[in-house]
């Protein structure tokens, strides 16, 4: 069997989605997913000018080593956009892999752990009486678990994932309106003495059961994300996630010597080994990788069984970064993992994102059903993608108020 020929689309509904499409001399194709946002197209290149021209002939069957000879034969190896180009690769031939074993990938990686799978949303809010609103409308759809972000009063600017705007749209999106980012101000004095109270107000008003995860996308220095993490201890938070910059990782010891509170981290991680010394040492809770730029299933597979040595449970990144094709991807780990813990899901659900990615993956009351079908079980409409081209899109960032670059 070999590979025949392959393909990359960039673009998408409101999304420039980088998507892989590998076909092989037996009719049998498989989809991988390279979206790394706002860089979008250089995961693209990788696949087409270095990649693809390797594939043809190739056995598509032998995922392993063709995983192994992209990564060691690369040399400067590691970094988003190589590991999103091999993570499109290795999705697309486990996506052959399943369809010719005729059985979904969550077969093929020991069978489904569990019914479904916890996800949680993203609510948001330009104050707490418009997060609460937020809150109020995931939970009537029945979500057991939401992410909450709110304006702080007196910041200058929103904040991360927040509207301007009481009622308007928050969530972090692609701006489009050119390549040059737009800037955000940023103020811990102010988030530290309100975010706290404004959590247990949280809480107070939607009671134990609800799972409350707070994202501080790593704008705390460790100490005062020790003593964030220590302030929301009563709130019992479901997770925090990201609380310092994620290079620093000698920076958890500081936050686990001061707090309970558990903590997510490893969303923009790409290889195993930045999540290595995290794990065996047991700093963190959940770890977010995602199975895009976390260079694909073969390595995910791996950091999932490590993690669960060690008491860690997984909570890939969904955000809207990705598309249904590594969402797919991850659905499938997540029915199979021993120690899943949650996923994030955006519910992309427009009809043009749904008929250029058909699948019958549901997600209903909160929990995901993955799909039964072989392979990936998503599907990608070549003449919808017709439709959509490249557009640059940026980013925002963000600096203190006496204009020091800081962490977005
Ligand atoms: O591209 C940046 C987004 O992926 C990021 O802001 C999303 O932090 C994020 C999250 O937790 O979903
Ligand atoms: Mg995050």
Redesign the pocket.
Known sequence: MKITGAKVFVGGPGKNYVTLKIVTDQGVYGLGDATL?NRETLPAAYLTDYLIPNLIDMDPRKSEDIWQLFYRGAYFRRGPIAMAAFGAIDMALWDIKGKLANMPLYDLFGGKSRDSAMVYAHATGADLPDLMDSITRYVEQGYKAVRVQCGIPGMATAGY?VPEEVGGKGD?MTDFSGIIPKTEIWEADRYMRYMPQALADIRAKFGQELKILH?V?HRLSPREAAAFSKAVEPVDLYWL??PTPAEDQDALRLIRQHSTTPIAIG?VFNSVWDCNKLIKNELIDFIRIAVTYGGGITPLKRIVDLAGMHHVRTGF?G?P?HSPISMAAQHHLNAWAPNFGIQ?YLVLGTPECDALFPSDHVMQNGMMHVSDAPGLGVDFDENEAAKYEFKPGS?PIVRLQDGTMWDY
């Open positions: 946002n994932a972090y994202d996308h996630e990201d969303e990144h955000a970064s994030e980013h």
